[in-house]
């Protein structure tokens, strides 16, 4: 957070630390044996940014995405402090909109029934 003579400035910090991938929330109903376009991954919705009842001006905005690379993005947010008139504490609430798909692989070993 930076302070300046009219706004309180964030840069919030985004990043998958898993081992899965990020994907856009409205294929996560698709099958995945099909994959996924190299373009439709790593997106994440911007939802909602804001501290206590006060929404922020953000970049990207509020319901545009942002491109994850190398699994990492920041999204950029504004709070204009005119009218803000006491010091105060109140939580920075940051509301993300996306899929996650990841998988686990085992070896199994399949036998024949053998009918006695």
């Given amino acids: 957070e930076d302070v300046t003579s009219n706004a309180i400035l964030f840069r919030i910090f ?6 899965g991938l990020v994907i856009r ?3 996560i109903n698709r099958d995945p044996s099909i994959g996924y376009d190299f373009d439709k991954l790593d997106f994440v919705r911007v939802a909602d940014v804001s501290v206590g009842n006060r929404q922020l001006i953000c970049t990207p905005g509020i319901g545009q995405e942002v491109k994850l690379i190398e699994k990492k993005a920041f999204i950029f947010c504004k709070l204009p402090t005119p009218g803000i008139d006491n010091v105060f504490t ?4 940051v509301k ?9 692989q085992q070896q199994i070993a399949i036998f ?3 009918l006695v």
């Fill in 90 to 93: 109140s939580p920075l609430n």
């Fill in 14 to 19: 985004v990043q998958n630390v898993g081992d």
């Fill in 96 to 104: 993300l909109d996306y899929g996650y798909l990841s998988s686990a």
């Fill in 25 to 27: 929330r409205d294929l």
């Fill in 112 to 114: 024949k029934e053998i």
